[in-house]
């Protein structure tokens, strides 16, 4: 992934404001290349989640403007996956009627469409639970369907709100490893919301700190890839989370 690549998604001086809360976000500027995975953190209302709606569409900015593609960003597109913190799945629905959901809300899901979702289970390692309903998996496997589900379209890029912050620190680690298997597998690029230092060093290409709803310049993350999880205990791993806990220390 190269993160020096023209930019397919761009957000210029992004402004906005909630009636309640007053601004939220103030000038933030981002590119992502195709392929790249951006990870935004900081504390809790700092804005990072309001910037991923932005560049989302779900949320409109008072000023500046979000592109991709070229195209301004007006509203979600077909191009865009999303994943939440929680994997919000039908629950009279099979695992692989989940993936297929954003299919079946348009067209006609295919035969096609079936195999490509259950290649898509295979690789997220769901292939014996296809036709369970989701309340006979665990909290860690409705979160791979749920990831499933978001790549079915064939997503340019992905939003993501602190998908894993709810799993245990084991399952989480898991699915880290195979969601970034999954993306470079896919060629997906990824805007990733998080509170966590370490997995944002884990999965990105860039870290970008978020204070007081401004966007310092972002981290470059030099670990080779494929990541591994033997990689969060060597010295450059460890010095490049404390490079990141040092800026946020200074926000203070």
Known sequence: MNALAMPFLQLDALHFAYPD???VVRDVCLQLAPGEI???VGRSGCGKT???K????LLTPQQGHVQLMGQTVQQPTSDMGFVFQ???LLPWLSVLDNVLLPISLHSTVTHEHRVYGEQLLAQMGLTALCHDK???LSGGQQSRVAIARALITRPAVLFMDEPFAALDAITRDELQRDFLALCQSHGTAVLFVTHDMSEAVYLADRVSLMHAG???APLQIDLPRPRHSAM????AFNALCEQLRHAMDATL
């Open 38 to 40: 951006h990870c935004l």
């Open 232 to 235: 969060r205990y060597t010295p």
């Open 214 to 216: 401004r966007m310092q």
């Open 54 to 57: 932005l560049a989302a569409g």
């Open 50 to 52: 309001t910037v991923l």
């Open 134 to 136: 989701p309340h006979q």
């Open 86 to 88: 929680s994997p919000t």
């Open 21 to 23: 809360r007053g601004e």
